[in-house]
Nanobody, 124 residues
Framework: QVQLVEPGGGLVQAGDSLRLACAAA????????RGWFRQAPGKEREFVAA????????LYADSVKGRFTISRDNAKNTVYLQMNSLKPADTAVYYC?????????????????WGQGTQVTVSS
């Protein structure tokens, strides 16, 4: 199982940018697909972005497309989420996830390893 650690997060203003990072430890396989999810207060956890093992393929939720960018550095076993033009609606706890598969995925159950979550708050 992969252990995921997510430092970062914080309080920013609408329109600002923020980058989240998620480092993997333990059984770190470069073939793992990675993803980001988020959960706002009173809502279910939702898909944000996913990236395949090589970084050559990505998927985004419609709500973040064009503003967020997912990337990875396999030499550092780290995946990033660059968030630009942040909105108050982006306020949530953000979770990184990993799955032992080459393929992309967007569903919560498709990921077997999860980070502890990091709070992102966007003020208006």
């Amino acid at each position: 199982q992969v252990q995921l650690v997510e430092p970062g997060g914080g309080l920013v203003q609408a329109g600002d940018s923020l980058r989240l990072a998620c480092a993997a430890a333990g059984r770190t396989f470069k073939s793992y697909g990675r993803g980001w999810f988020r959960q706002a207060p009173g809502k279910e956890r939702e898909f944000v972005a996913a990236i395949n093992w090589s970084g050559g393929s990505t998927l985004y939720a419609d709500s973040v497309k064009g503003r967020f960018t997912i990337s990875r550095d396999n030499a550092k076993n780290t995946v990033y989420l660059q968030m630009n033009s942040l909105k108050p609606a982006d306020t949530a706890v953000y979770y990184c996830a990993a799955r032992n598969s080459l393929a992309l995925a967007t569903r919560d159950p498709d990921f077997g390893s999860w980070g502890q979550g990091t709070q992102v708050t966007v003020s208006s």
